[in-house]
């Protein structure tokens, strides 16, 4: 009866190795493939991305998001700019202040009319004036002044949707209100002047408005790309406005100008306003960077969103994406 638990206990013994053999070995394992497998972790996941995210302080979110800010300052600085300009234009020519009396944006001088080659030339000239011709008629957007000399001496009212009538304001002066047969091409760039005109009112009107409010909610861009999305929308409507009224009034300027001094046998001189042109090109200017800024913020510059939903992370200070940092650490 002994023996077979003789034989139960030399079949115990080398279990009893094998485990301290496997122990052995389990304690001298080296620390180099400790090292490996730690190195070989899985990236963190996106919640605890976001528990970092959310206890960076708030001046390492301020240092993360100092290009974005930078840049929704200045597109709101560019729109109050433009909104300033835009103003100037609205209000040009609508008082006899000095000021304002030089903002039009283009200006007829009849006081010769008649060259002085004529027989008799000062007094066609003079005749002409006796009978209701002005020396001069100044034109703003909303309406034109017409004076003698220096002198303003009729100041229309603003009329919305204004457009300078040459024609009509011959008829009512010179003509008593007489009516006139005028020829069809005659006709046809009086309606194409019209036409255009009151576009270029709306236009400027709508921009003026479009960047006042633009003004004020620019800084919301640094909340998100998404933010960046609607308002780079309505910066492109707003640059759309008023580059097609710079341009429309930039183009019926000269076209005056040249019309009106093509005529040899007439003394006839008109002048651009100067003041009026640098004025809304410089607004038009100010609005195009306003929204190269807000188009450009939608697919660059880290925001707020970026940092608490996880998609960037500042580590050591410097701001990574996730899907770059996660590839560097599985490469390394």
């Not at 030089?102 to 003079?126: C, E, G, H, Q, R």
């Not at 929204?291 to 996880?310: K, W």
């Amino acid at each position: 009866m002994a023996l077979p638990s003789i034989l139960h206990a030399r079949r115990r013994k080398p279990n009893n190795d094998n485990n301290g053999n496997n122990e052995k070995s389990s304690s001298t394992t080296p620390s180099s493939v400790l090292s490996k497998s730690k190195e070989q972790l899985p990236p963190p996941a996106d919640g605890q991305t976001q528990k970092q995210n959310t206890a960076l302080s708030s001046a390492d979110i301020k240092k993360a998001t100092k290009l974005r800010r930078g840049f929704a300052f200045s597109a709101s600085i560019s729109y109050l700019i433009s909104f300033v300009f835009l103003i100037l234009v609205l209000i040009g020519n609508t008082s006899n202040k000095s000021v304002l009396n030089d903002l039009y944006f283009f200006k007829l001088n009849l006081a010769d009319i008649i060259p002085t080659s004529v027989p008799n030339a000062s007094l066609i000239n003079s005749i002409a004036q006796s009978i209701g011709l002005h020396d001069f008629y100044q034109v703003g957007l909303w309406n034109f002044c017409e004076g003698y000399g220096n002198r303003n001496n009729l100041l229309f009212p603003p009329q919305t949707l204004y457009w300078f009538n040459p024609v009509e304001i011959l008829m009512n002066e010179l003509l008593s209100g007489a009516t006139i047969a005028l020829p069809t091409q005659v006709v046809t760039i009086l309606d194409v002047l019209r036409f255009t005109s009151q576009i270029m009112f709306g236009f400027f009107l709508a921009g003026t408005v479009v960047n006042f409010l633009l003004m004020l909610v620019s800084p919301l861009a640094m909340r998100s790309r998404w933010w960046s999305l609607p308002v780079a929308v309505v910066a492109f409507l707003s640059t759309l406005f008023v580059l097609a009224a710079s341009i429309i009034a930039s183009v019926i300027s000269f076209v005056f100008k040249y019309a009106a001094e093509a005529q040899s046998d007439l003394n006839i001189h008109a002048y651009v306003g100067t003041k009026m042109l640098v004025f809304m090109w410089v607004a038009t200017g100010f609005t195009l960077w306003g929204f190269v800024v807000h188009a450009g913020m939608g697919c660059c510059c880290v925001s707020r969103r970026d940092l608490r939903t996880g998609r960037r992370v500042v580590r050591n200070g410097v701001v990574q994406d996730v899907s770059s940092s996660s590839s560097s650490s599985q490469h390394s």
